[in-house]
T-cell receptor
């Protein structure tokens, strides 16, 4: 398996523009996470999905951010309009949730990240 | 809610020194515990994990034991190498039940630098 694939690897955009980050999780995984990493705030969970359904989006900074998972093999994180403070590395991760009492979740596998710079 | 607290860094060691990075957690439910490592310019990758109390996770000379009584999962290595220089993250995940089931929560990360 190629692992979690994110695109683009780098994105430079002007303030006010729309930015779309893409993620292809590992085939067969049923949970997907979007994280943001900055020096100031560290690693922040933005949103996560189970079986393509958003479970917790409390980490999404504001209405400018939106995430979708139209099917099990694709997810997007959109920022519209973008601002300089959105500059960060955005990571997507996926894993297999086993669910049920007594069952343990597997580890999450991370993509290489998208480095976003908003100027 | 669930949370993970790691010792503050950065940590700077000489090669072959002993390493400990402390990690404590609070969780509703019975979490699985993980250590992830991030090398420069890369994503996070799993280093080791433990899924129940007293389990010891180990990999590449690193070890951590799931201590339920102290809610801790400290990372140790007996002899570090320059190639171990990276950022280390402690994380937890709670399984079924509760409003945050399946949520993977990370600590703030600890930067480790190993000098020759």
């Amino acid at each position: 398996d190629a692992g979690v694939i994110q695109s683009p690897r780098h994105e430079v955009t002007e303030m006010g523009q729309e930015v779309t980050l893409r993620c292809k999780p590992i085939s067969g995984h049923n949970s997907l996470f979007w994280y943001r990493q900055t020096m100031m705030r560290g690693l922040e969970l933005l949103i996560y999905f189970n079986n393509n359904v958003p479970i917790d989006d409390s980490g999404m900074p504001e209405d400018r951010f939106s995430a979708k998972m139209p099917n099990a093999s694709f997810s997007t994180l959109k920022i519209q309009p973008s601002e300089p403070r959105d500059s960060a590395v955005y990571f997507c991760a996926s894993r297999m949730r086993q669910g049920g009492r007594g069952r343990r979740d597997t580890e999450a596998f991370f993509g290489q990240g998208t480095r976003l710079t908003v100027v | 809610g669930n949370s993970v607290t790691q010792m503050e860094g950065p940590v700077t060691l000489s090669e072959e020194a002993f390493l400990t990075i402390n990690c404590t957690y609070t969780a509703t439910g019975y979490p699985s515990l993980f250590w992830y490592v991030q090398y420069p310019g890369e994503g996070l990758q799993l280093l080791l994990k433990a899924t129940k109390a007293d389990d010891k996770g180990s990999n590449k000379g690193f070890e951590a034991t799931y201590r339920k009584e102290t809610t801790s999962f400290h990372l140790e290595k007996g002899s570090v190498q320059v190639s171990d220089s990276a950022v280390y993250f402690c994380a937890l995940s709670v399984g079924a039940g509760g409003t945050s089931y399946g949520k993977l929560t990370f600590g703030q990360g600890t930067i480790l630098t190993v000098h020759p």
